[in-house]
């Protein structure tokens, strides 16, 4: 913590703190996670542990982004970007609703930071305005993964206490320990339709509450989720609500629900939040397909406001030092394309790679590739004596990283097509590669 003077302590939770801290070198204001002792905690730890392995995946711009993690006497900090405005500051300022541009770009950044995270197999678990930062340009980032997971299997079964009441998905409440992203599309439906009126949407006092305002809007729960509520029969509920009550209420259309409770709204708006708040999981729109529907469509929105957006993140970037050197640190290591030939013969398969001259850092080094014998060929194929030499196009290449091309055109003719033996790179392979790598 050497690096960082402590302002205050901004949040906290079972897990530890999170404290506002400025940076003594850049100046910079960031927010540090200062975890429990984690050598004493288990469940902390794992907690730590996980949140870690998360964020190092999750790097995208309308994401709270990690800067570093370290330890310091056995305790894990966790630093990050640090942004001290949140929807739900906005909404209390504004009693009345955001207004409708608003509420699209905030929504719409919403869901790219949630189909970044779906893409890479992680559910968020709890969106809810708090956990939605609000730069002063506009620039949303979805933060807080403390209570995200990565999703292994479509069918695993995952702990049903999560997210905030007001923004839980039916699968949640009624303890279907099976759900899976949906749970995030049904909490920016809440969202969604709290950015545009200023109300919550769903504000129950209990689970059972939550339930039963969420069935007399639109109706119903799924045939799976009245099988389990049939089982669990829990009796007389708040309100007075029996099973009977949640599991057996008239059918409704979603969508003429949704046009019952919000009557001024337009088609493709009440199209929008039915698509996000349908009882059935499984019929619940994917964050990238909400990413494509009519709301965003219109008058050219996605690609105005993507320019907009980038310029605004571009210039915002001029007063966040550390994360800009940290994105700098992450991108791959790229090399310019190399003269190749793929050379068969009668001692095996040959790679010729040339060497090349690559300037890193005002100081050139050299990367060199050498002629590499990938395996000798059988001694039962069937090879021309004479060499023939395919040319290859260019191929992008990471570190770690086997790039395979489909060929535009043939690379020999049916008589010397020959296919390569397995590859053993134990010791066939020396590369060289500038000394500065991290």
């Not at 995030?184 to 809440?190: L, R, T």
């Not at 339709?193 to 509450?209: R, Y």
């Not at 050197?325 to 290591?333: C, H």
């Not at 395979?404 to 010791?427: I, W």
Request: charged share 25%.
């Amino acid at each position: 913590m050497q690096k960082y003077e402590t302002i205050e302590i901004i949040g906290g939770g079972s897990y530890g703190v999170v404290m506002k801290c400025k940076h003594r070198e850049t100046g910079q204001f960031v927010a540090i996670k200062r975890f429990l002792d984690t050598e004493e905690d288990h469940q902390v730890r794992k907690m730590a542990f996980r949140e870690i392995r998360m964020l190092k995946k999750l790097c995208h711009e309308n994401l709270v982004n990690m800067i570093e993690v370290f330890r310091c006497r056995k305790r894990f900090y966790l630093v990050f970007e640090h942004l001290d405005h949140t929807l739900l500051d906005e909404l209390e300022i504004v009693k009345h609703g955001l207004g409708w541009e608003v509420s699209q770009r905030h929504v719409y950044q919403v869901l790219r930071g949630l189909s970044f995270c779906h893409s890479s197999n992680i559910m968020h678990r709890d969106v809810k305005p708090e956990n939605v930062l609000v730069s002063p340009h506009g620039v949303v980032k979805l933060c807080d993964f403390g209570c995200a997971r990565f999703i292994n299997t479509p069918d695993e079964s995952c702990t049903d206490y999560v997210a905030t009441r007001w923004y839980r998905a039916p699968e949640l409440l009624v303890g279907d320990p099976r759900y899976g992203k949906a749970v995030d599309v049904w909490a920016v439906g809440c969202l969604y339709a709290e950015m545009v009126t200023g109300d919550p949407l769903f504000p129950g006092d209990s689970d059972v509450d939550q339930l039963y305002r969420i069935t007399k809007v639109l109706g119903r729960l799924c045939t799976k989720h009245q099988t389990m509520m049939g089982r669990s029969r829990p009796g007389l509920m708040l309100r007075h609500a029996s099973v009977d009550e949640l599991i057996k209420p008239p059918p409704k259309s979603g969508v003429t629900s949704i046009r019952m409770l919000f009557p001024t709204w337009d088609s493709v708006t009440v199209d929008f939040l039915n698509c996000c708040l349908r009882m059935d999981s499984d019929l619940r729109s994917t964050s990238s397909a909400l990413l494509q529907h009519p709301l965003f469509a219109q008058d050219d929105f996605t690609d105005k406001f993507l320019v907009h957006l980038r310029n605004i993140i571009a210039k915002e970037s001029a007063t966040n030092p550390l994360m800009t050197k940290r994105l700098i640190e992450r991108k791959p290591i790229e090399f310019e394309p190399f003269p190749r030939q793929l050379c068969c013969g009668t001692s095996g398969w040959h790679m010729h790679i040339a060497s090349k001259e690559a300037t890193t850092n005002e100081r050139t080094e050299t990367e060199v590739i050498e002629t590499v014998e990938l395996h000798k060929a059988s001694s039962t194929s069937r090879v021309d004596p004479l060499k023939k030499v395919c040319y290859f196009d260019s191929i992008s290449t990471s570190p770690n990283t086997t790039c395979l091309h489909k060929l535009k055109r043939p690379v020999a003719t049916q008589e010397y097509m020959h296919s390569l033996p397995p590859l053993d790179f134990k010791g066939t392979c020396r590369t060289s590669f500038p000394a500065r790598r991290k």
